[in-house]
């Protein structure tokens, strides 16, 4: 209860604060050639405070991913870009990898969030250290992480977070004990975008070299030579920047 005191006052000095650019003009008014912020975020125009009759207070866990920053790391700040990197706002940004939607408020509301339209290589999305954008995957836009330095090269790494919800569920006997709704994070899991095309990074050897068409000895070759696996992170994003050389 003290924490949440703590954020609401906070809050109510943090936000006026921050809804003011440069020029003193309110982030949500946007100047020159952007006519209206909300407009160009592309929001769809949906309260995500009503989720029926189960709220996520009654789940153990969260559906979102910790992304927040500010104030002792309390607030969900996020920063937008268009597709060729143009700064546009800063605002309230989370991203519900339950839903795969990205909620955004702008500074001056904080109350009410709105799903950002996940329409494929169009806004950029930074929270915290992390990029965020959408791709379409298997005919299905969704949100996914740039690991790599950008997008734009011949093979770009990219990470899906995901959460699933767990039921409850009631003991069967009276040796069981019952087990509350919950969110569960997954594994992540990894891609690569190669041209305009994603894959999912498979398990197997043999598949993941048949990815690079007409490239496949090269990179075994490389991934031997510097003892690298195609299931760890940092290699694959190592391998990624080789192959942009190639």
């Given at each position: 209860?003290?924490?949440i005191?703590?954020?609401?006052?906070?809050w109510?000095?943090?936000?006026p604060?921050?809804?003011?650019t440069g020029?003193?003009n309110?982030?949500?008014?946007?100047?020159?050639s952007?006519?209206?912020v909300?407009?160009q975020?592309?929001?769809l125009?949906i309260?995500?405070a009503?989720?029926g009759?189960?709220?996520?207070?009654?789940?153990?866990?969260?559906?979102?991913?910790?992304?927040?920053s500010?104030a002792d790391?309390?607030?969900?700040?996020?920063?937008?870009?268009?597709?060729d990197?143009?700064?546009?706002?800063t605002a309230?940004v989370r991203?519900?990898?339950y839903?795969?939607?990205m909620e955004?408020?702008?500074?001056?509301d904080?109350?009410?969030?709105y799903l950002l339209k996940?329409?494929?290589?169009?806004?950029y999305v930074?929270?915290?250290?992390k990029k965020?954008?959408?791709?379409?995957y298997?005919?299905?836009?969704s949100f996914?992480?740039?690991?790599s330095?950008?997008?734009?090269?011949?093979c770009?790494?990219l990470?899906?977070?995901?959460?699933v919800?767990v039921?409850?569920?009631?003991p069967?006997s009276?040796?069981v004990?019952?087990t509350?709704?919950s969110?569960k994070?997954l594994r992540?899991?990894?891609?690569?975008?190669?041209?305009?095309?994603l894959?999912e990074v498979p398990?197997?050897?043999?598949?993941f070299y048949?990815l690079?068409?007409?490239?496949?000895?090269?990179?075994k070759?490389?991934?031997?030579?510097n003892?690298l696996?195609?299931?760890r992170e940092?290699?694959l994003l190592?391998l990624a920047?080789?192959?942009?050389?190639?």
């Open positions: 209860m003290e924490r005191l703590i954020i609401i006052v906070f109510s000095l943090y936000v604060a921050l809804a003011q020029n003193g309110p982030i949500g008014v946007s100047t020159g952007n006519n209206n909300l407009d975020l592309q929001l125009d309260n995500y009503k989720r009759t189960l709220t996520y207070e009654e789940i153990e866990g969260t559906p979102y991913i910790d992304n927040f500010g790391n309390n607030l969900p700040l996020g920063k937008l870009y268009t597709a990197m143009t700064y546009i706002t309230l991203y519900n990898a839903t795969d939607d955004v408020s702008l500074l001056e904080g109350v009410d969030y996940k329409q494929p290589d169009f806004l930074v929270l915290k250290d965020y954008r959408a791709f379409q298997q005919e299905v836009s996914f992480v740039i690991l330095e950008d997008d734009t090269q011949a770009t790494l990470k899906k977070e995901k959460v919800f039921k409850a569920e009631k069967k009276s040796f004990t019952a509350a709704a969110f994070r992540d899991t990894y891609f690569l975008k190669l041209g305009d095309k894959y398990k197997k050897k043999k598949l048949a690079f068409e007409g490239k496949e000895e090269a990179v070759a490389y991934m031997n030579a003892q696996k195609h299931t940092k290699d190592q920047r080789h192959y942009n050389n190639l």
